[in-house]
């Protein structure tokens, strides 16, 4: 029997009603996505070829406030570190890849502007996940059009979270 996208949503209350640290929790979510990443049937209802880039709403819970999005990120685009603020997010790719980059701060957070070095760079490939708690600061580069579901706390665009300003911030080559 597939894993439908109720299953998912009911799998991810259950574990996000737990008790366990919130790494925890998110990764477990994780787990459970990679099951509908693969299933043709989810896959067939929520992505066709030739579909504009952008986002689309899945589902929300309203009593925990999350998330399940459907991106359909366009090739070539790459974007800048940002975290998520005091939620957090899910990356799963459906089809292609997505090029994931993890940064640290190296300056103390009491300065204006952020110094970040790189500490990580990795491939989401279909199927894969990977879940990102508050506050980790991370980019996305999508080399051709890919599709992607993504899963979040919150409606990410109604919280204060941080985002790479160039005139602000700096980057350091080769950390």
Known sequence: MAYALEDFCQDSRTILMSDAPIQNRIDKVADKLKGLLTDPDFVAATFTEG???????????PDLDFYVLAHVQEGGKRGTPHSHGASWAIYGNVNDFTRMREYRRVNPESEEGAVLAQSAEYDLRRGDTKGYGPGYIHSTE???TCWVIRVTGT???KIERYRFRKLRDRLLENA
Request: a negative charge.
């Open 155 to 157: 409606d990410l665009d």
């Open 51 to 61: 579909m504009p880039a952008g986002k689309r709403e899945l589902y929300h819970d």
């Open 142 to 144: 999508h080399p051709q």
